[in-house]
């Protein structure tokens, strides 16, 4: 029997019209691209020609083909910054690379590429793992009855602290999401809530002026309030585990104007840092200084920052340049101080040696590029970049060119752009960005090397109060009066999720691994997840 062929395949018809021909696809050109360092500058590899439709993950795999230095392939993000004519006023003043260069950067309104010029990529190490952006909101939980007014994950990020009107702090579980104890002792509001690093003791601030420490198993309180200031606490800031890992002490800011550093083995005030003239907003205890051993940073409403040496509480600047209030400052080592040891592998440290050459080892591996920075935000719509500490593998002409002026250090940078008081500013945990919220309902994103702006971050339609990044700086989530939550995506600089839920404005918000949470004025904690 002959082999029956099918039917030939039957035109698709529309409306009777046949299909048109598919379009071949149209011809990529092909472009120079040179890949240089972000940091420094350096290129990676010799320029490359490349067709300009190679995708953003083909640009990684040639990056990582070309750098030779890496052993292991690194994520990189790319971006080509705009020169001063080709960007409006208020646009990014850089091309995020998503899709690819063909896609990104020659077909961008601002038409400032043609196939023809060189295309200088830079390229930004990313973390190696990633944070999934929270999506919905995974639990309510009730318990305060008074306006919630301030969150922070425990460095582990199993444990989370809030404080708020009631008097009371609260320890939830992050494994269950339900309350664990709560810490009452206070007289008045708990405005500050900070976990030591290595999670063994939480302490509160409180309206009352008293500073009180807390065993976060037990929920019980570590003897007695540590009193001493006359008005109340405005922050506190624990010594960095790496320069003391089995006992480190506690700096607390007043509006008194004072700071009071207490040891928590003799639970006395160890010495008071006066000289601010009116309410310290601000206190930092940051992990470098002159010779390695601290230094603490305040910030005041005399319009001064001021920096102390930690070990003995001597003054070491003042800097002046604010025009009023300087309410917000950061360093770019925060968050590596904030979590010690603790990192993404989550491996249990076994001493407390241990646990201080890792908090060391991912101390120095931050200050490594660029010392350590601080950024202080003012009511005065503008922030200051400062670099008070070059790092030891920095030039010499940083200090060189401040004892020339006597001493007076200048800011590496004057971030202005804010129409309102800036409200809160923090740097990203890599330290490559810096973020900046203001009642003028906007987030700014600057470079936290440089202090350069790079974009506005609108959607917002209230102020905007609290910021926080997610620990892989992918990530930037905002909260605001509006009553929102804002998840950004430093791609794009648009909106990459809403978070509506609240009933009223949110005064505090922290991030953690997958988690974000959230509390404010409707006395709700909210647990926030992908």
């Known amino acids: 029997m002959a082999t029956l062929l099918p039917p030939p395949k039957r035109q698709k018809v529309y409306h009777g019209v046949p299909a048109p021909e598919p379009e071949p696809p149209k011809a990529s050109p092909h472009i120079v691209v040179q890949f240089v360092n972000e940091e420094d500058g350096q290129p990676l590899a010799p320029a490359v020609n490349l067709p300009a439709n190679v995708s953003r993950e083909g640009l990684e795999a040639i ?16 971006h080509i910054s705009l020169s001063a004519d080709a960007t409006t006023p208020g646009a990014p003043t850089r091309i995020a ?12 309104p601002s038409h400032a590429f043609t196939p023809e010029d060189v295309f200088v990529v830079h390229c930004a190490p990313q973390a190696v793992f990633k944070v999934r952006p929270a999506t919905r909101c995974s639990s309510t939980l009730s318990g305060h009855t008074s306006p919630i007014l301030c969150a922070s994950f425990s460095p582990t990020g199993n444990l989370l602290a809030t404080g708020s009107g009631d008097c009371n702090a609260r320890l939830w579980d992050l494994f269950t999401e339900t309350p664990s104890h709560v810490l009452s002792g206070h007289k008045g509001w708990v405005l500050c809530v900070e976990w ?8 509160t601030g409180g309206h009352d002026g008293h500073v009180r420490l807390w065993d976060p198993k037990t929920g019980k309180p570590i003897g007695d309030a540590l009193k001493g200031h006359t008005k109340w606490v405005t922050s506190l800031s ?25 040891s928590t083995l003799t639970r006395r005030c160890e010495y008071t840092l006066g000289g601010h003239t009116a309410s310290v907003n601000v206190v930092r205890w940051g992990g470098g200084g002159l010779n390695g051993k601290g230094v603490l940073y305040t910030a005041s409403s005399d319009r001064t920052v001021r920096i102390w040496d930690a070990e003995r509480g001597r003054p070491l600047h003042t800097l002046k340049d604010h025009a009023h209030w300087v309410t917000t400052l950061t360093l770019n080592t925060d968050f590596v101080l904030r979590t010690g040891p603790f990192d993404h592998l989550g491996k249990k440290t076994t001493s407390d040696s241990e646990a201080q050459s890792l908090a060391l080892k991912r101390y120095n591996a931050l200050v490594a590029t660029a010392g350590e920075l601080l950024i202080t935000g003012s009511d005065d719509h ?8 070059p790092s030891h593998t920095a030039s010499a002409d940083a200090s060189a060119a401040a004892a020339e002026r006597g001493g007076k250090l200048k800011p590496l940078a004057r971030l202005t752009g804010h129409q309102r008081q800036v409200s809160h500013v923090a740097f990203s945990p890599d330290g490559r960005w810096a973020a900046s919220a203001a009642w003028d309902n906007s987030v700014r994103v600057w470079d936290g090397r440089t202090g350069k702006f790079v974009a506005t971050l609108r959607g917002h339609v209230a102020a ?4 926080a990044w997610s620990a892989d700086s992918r990530l930037l ?29 949110v005064y ?6 997958d988690k974000l949470v959230s509390g404010g004025r409707d006395r709700t904690v909210k647990i926030w997840k992908n």
């Open 238 to 262: 624990w010594e960095p585990i790496h320069l003391n890992p089995s006992a480190p002490r506690l700096a607390s800011s007043s509006k008194d104007g004072t700071v009071r550093v207490w």
């Open 477 to 505: 989530v905002s909260a605001s009066k509006d009553s929102t939550l804002k998840i950004w995506d430093l791609k794009t600089y648009k909106l990459k999720t809403d978070l509506p839920g609240h009933t009223d404005e």
């Open 464 to 467: 905007v109060y609290r910021l």
């Open 508 to 513: 505090c918000v922290d991030f953690v691994a």
């Open 97 to 108: 690379i998503s899709k690819s260069i063909e896609e990104d950067v020659l077909s961008h």
């Open 382 to 389: 503008t922030l200051f970049l400062w670099s008070l500490f």
């Open 63 to 78: 990056v990582n083909k070309l750098n030779t230095k890496d052993e292991d392939p690194v994520p990189f993000a790319f």
């Open 196 to 203: 030591e690093a290595m999670e063994r003791k939480l302490a």
